[in-house]
């Protein structure tokens, strides 16, 4: 599988340059036949070079990007249609992406197994996003198989903080979250907005509305405190390093608090 994600990431960036070539042109028409030839490359690139590469991924809604893409290319079609398709083709292929990563084999933690990542689309109903958390929650198991112990409770505090934040936008009832007593003020005591919110706040307001337990509140603030010694200054200071059993520990911790804000989507709040 690591075949695909490889021919998967050159689609990506084909699509990418393709979308600044289109961005950069002039006229409201893709009228010179050295760009509608170039934009066919890309669509050819995909079905000839890429495609046979990724095993049994469901291609369909990427075949249909590059399809309509070289149809495009058949007449004098609209930048704004070009630009439309190659932006489909890009997320169809994050969440393709995605999905190849999760089928990937991954190298087995270091005293932990594997796991695959849950469910997110309750959390997150943008496939795009779908497939963000997942390869987050893989590389963030990548990271601890390397040892790389500091930027995996990194990436563990940037997965909490976007469930978290997720479970907010998701709550059929925000005014017990913006009301609650954990919730962050400004000095004239009104909630901040809550793309002001702080990790802390959102554990916090979590607890306080039923989604997580007291115990996953405490220790996932323990988490959050050791993310922050992605600053030089405070791992010098205070002079902690993150060995590997406090990263496998902090990692139990964040997989115990996601579960728990999955487990919450369709409760009151």
């Known amino acids: 599988m690591?075949?695909?994600?490889?021919?998967?990431?050159a689609a990506l960036r084909e699509v990418e340059k393709a979308k600044l070539a289109v961005a950069r042109g002039r006229g409201v028409?893709?009228?010179s036949?050295?760009?509608?030839?170039?934009l066919k490359a890309v669509a050819f690139a995909w079905f000839k070079s890429h495609r046979p590469h990724v095993g049994s991924l469901n291609t369909s809604p990427v075949d249909a990007a590059y399809q309509n893409i070289m149809d495009a290319t058949a007449r004098e079609a609209a930048r704004a249609t070009y630009r439309a398709q190659l932006a489909d083709a890009k997320a169809a292929l994050l969440e393709m992406r995605g999905r190849a990563a999760v089928a990937a084999p991954a190298k087995a933690v270091a005293g932990a197994a594997h796991e695959a990542p849950p469910a997110f689309a309750g959390l997150a109903g943008d496939p795009t996003m779908q497939a963000i958390l997942e390869r987050r929650?893989?590389?963030?198991?990548q990271c601890l198989a390397?040892?790389?112990n500091l930027a995996a409770t990194v990436m563990m505090g940037g997965l909490l903080e976007s469930m978290l934040l997720a479970r907010i936008n998701v709550a059929p009832q925000k005014g017990p979250i913006f009301t609650a007593k954990a919730a962050p003020r400004d000095k004239a005591g009104k909630t901040l907005p809550l793309a002001d919110w702080k990790l802390i706040a959102m554990v916090e307001v979590a607890h306080e509305v039923?989604?997580?337990?007291?115990?996953?509140?405490d220790v996932g603030n323990v988490l959050?405190?050791?993310?922050n010694y992605i600053h030089p200054h405070k791992e010098h200071a205070e002079g902690?390093?993150?060995s590997n059993e406090d990263a496998r520990l902090f990692w139990e911790v964040c997989k115990a608090v996601c579960r728990q804000l999955l487990a919450s989507v369709g409760k009151l709040p």
């Open 146 to 148: 390397a040892s790389v």
């Open 2 to 9: 690591s075949d695909a994600l490889e021919h998967i990431e």
């Open 224 to 227: 959050r405190e050791y993310r």
């Open 137 to 141: 929650w893989l590389e963030v198991q």
């Open 29 to 31: 028409q893709v009228r």
């Open 210 to 217: 039923g989604w997580i337990t007291k115990s996953a509140k």
């Open 240 to 242: 902690i390093s993150i």
């Open 33 to 38: 036949s050295d760009e509608r030839d170039r």
